[in-house]
């Protein structure tokens, strides 16, 4: 799954969307259309700078609002434009969506600490991780075939797609998606390629350390 690798030295930045109200409540998204507050605006716009230092040649993000406008911020400052995918949208994750962590503990106790275990779950009957990485690595990986030698692209996406996307790119079983911690909002992963697929460069960098705040925490 980590498709052919030439030695072209081509990156891929995986970056998280800005705060929205609902991180800040610790309730579950999942693929509902929640959007940023002013606080999230404004992390997108600081870090959107940061990342134009990469010199980015591309730019794929989900078509969800809260990605939308963080992935908008980045476009202002580079000229690129975005090409947005539902494939790079958040986990569909059910009854758990709307809920707060306290409310999926108390309701779907057993589901939650199988999830933590590392075992394949359907969270509030939804998908399971390898199932949104079927459908988020190979968007990711289509875009990154079009990129020059040495390019770079930028992803923006939700925590839990950025996380099992990584997994998946990096050859590694999903019960050990886990062991990749959350993203801070609008931090991000950079992984490059090497002799022998994509390697994990970078993982949640892009500030000070932040409390990571959202579904996949």
Sequence with gaps: ??????????????????????????????????????????????????????????????????????????????????????????????????????????????????????????????????EVADRAAPVVLEAAEKLPDGGTLVVVSHGGTIRTTIGRLLGLEPHTWEALGGLSNCCWSVLGEGARGWRLLEHNAGSLPEPVLGDDD
């Design 1 to 130: 799954m980590n498709g052919t690798m030439s030695g072209r030295g081509r990156r891929i930045v995986l970056w998280r969307h800005g705060q929205t109200a609902w991180n800040i409540e610790r309730r579950f998204q999942g693929s509902l259309d929640v959007e940023l507050t002013d606080t999230g605006v404004a992390q997108a716009h600081r870090a959107a700078r940061l990342l134009a230092g990469l010199r980015p040649d591309a730019i794929i993000a989900s078509d969800l609002k809260r990605v939308m406008a963080t992935a908008a911020e980045l476009s202002a400052v580079t000229g690129l434009t975005v090409d947005h995918h539902a494939g790079l949208r958040e986990t569909y994750a059910g009854e758990w969506q709307g809920l707060t962590h306290e409310e999926i503990i108390e309701r779907f106790g057993e589901q939650y600490a199988a999830w933590k275990r590392g075992e394949p779950v359907r969270r509030g009957g939804g998908e399971l991780e390898s």
